[in-house]
């Protein structure tokens, strides 16, 4: 907590606002600095510099748009499950993802951005979400392989970002990859039922391997040569690694998995390097990842498309409790004044 923090910025803008006196920013910020450079948590009410809670807004929204579109690739099994159980965990599991998605837009309704807004920026195009939900769900071993690789990259990612320097983020993520962990248990556990199962059920699973595996290495984000905010967000301690040494915990920690199930990754340099004490890989296709950033992915249109017909087919519910938020208030003040 920046107690300090909070103290001075109260003493400085009492009405709650940051737009503080000039002789006291400096005190401000490096009360501000005190806290994240000593690992402290910086929490709604404290000052932040504005940079900070910009950059914040940007990462968490994209974050929360990320687990909500995410839901939409699974979402495409659900009626074709192949039992009810795997249709009750695939249901779970796309639920839990919505919840991930509104914990993370209420960690940034904290920084003073609604959730309405944010919504518009995404079905707009104005904000960003993950690359990986642009590509195909082909086959149900696509969910098992979704499971594995896309929520073990999730957590690879988000761990660290449990001690992210933001209290409300930093704890929404405590929250979240507890469930990850548990949605990669799962996928893990479909590969493994498939794999046991036929020949043409392992070469299911292959070929989901086959199509996910460099997607998801590109979740992690651009080279660190070209990742334009991984500087200042480490120096801020919202993010706790770099894209790269991320992605490289990633390849360590998944190529005994895929030993273990019996796939391969489709990289013919991805050797053991003893002398890093890790696997080398080869080079990712950067002009894909900006093309699917760009909008030019395989779904990217479909995904779009679809947030804003359910965006749009919500609006009476949105109404609806609105109207009865401003019934509720217009009662509450008959009965103040009566
Ligand atoms: N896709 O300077 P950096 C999940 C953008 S949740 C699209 O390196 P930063 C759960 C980036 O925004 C998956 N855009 O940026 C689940 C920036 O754009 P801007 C989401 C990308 O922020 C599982 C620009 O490129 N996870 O999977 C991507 O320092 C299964 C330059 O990049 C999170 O959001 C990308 N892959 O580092 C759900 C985790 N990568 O805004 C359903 C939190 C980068 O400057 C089913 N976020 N960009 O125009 C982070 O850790 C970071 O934001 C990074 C990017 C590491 C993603």
């Known amino acids: 907590m920046a107690d300090e923090t909070t103290r001075l910025a109260t003493a400085a803008a009492p009405d709650g606002t940051t737009d503080v006196p000039e002789h006291l920013r400096r005190e401000l910020e490096e009360a501000f600095e005190r806290t994240v450079g000593g690992e402290g948590r910086v929490e709604p009410r404290d000052w932040m510099p504005e940079g900070y809670r910009r950059t914040l807004i940007r990462q968490v929204a994209q974050h929360a748009h990320s687990e909500i579109i995410g839901m939409q690739p699974e979402g495409n099994w659900i009626l074709r499950a192949p039992s009810l159980r795997r249709k009750a965990i695939l249901l779970a599991k796309v639920q839990d993802e919505a919840g991930h998605g509104l914990y993370l837009y209420s960690a940034t309704e904290t920084l003073g951005v609604d959730r309405g807004e944010l919504t518009e920026k995404l079905i707009s195009s104005k904000q960003k979400y993950s690359s990986i939900f642009n590509y195909p769900t082909l086959t149900f071993a696509d969910i098992g392989v979704i499971g594995w690789l896309v929520d073990g990259a999730a957590i690879c990612n988000q761990v660290p970002l449990c ?38 059920q392992r070469a299911m699973v292959q070929d989901a391997v086959d199509r996910w595996w460099w997607p998801s290495l590109m979740m992690f984000g651009p080279a660190d040569g070209d990742s334009p905010n991984t500087q200042q967000s480490m120096a801020w301690r919202i993010k706790r690694h770099t894209n790269d040494e991320l992605r490289q915990r990633y390849v360590d920690m998944s190529v005994p998995q895929a030993e273990a199930l019996g796939v391969t990754f489709p990289d013919p340099e991805l050797r053991w390097n003893a002398e890093r004490g890790s696997y080398d890989f080869g080079a990712i296709d950067w002009d894909e990842f900006t093309a699917v950033v760009k909008g030019a992915g395989p779904c990217n249109a479909q995904r779009l498309a679809h947030r804003r017909a359910a965006h749009e087919n919500g609006q009476w519910v949105r109404d609806a409790a609105s109207a009865y938020a401003a019934k509720q208030e217009a009662r509450r003040r008959e009965g103040v004044a009566a």
């Open 163 to 200: 001690r992210s320097s933001y209290g409300p983020y930093a704890r929404a993520m405590v929250r979240i990859c507890k469930e990850e962990s548990f949605h990669q248990r799962q996928g893990f556990e479909l590969l493994r039922t498939l794999m046991a199962g036929t020949e043409a």
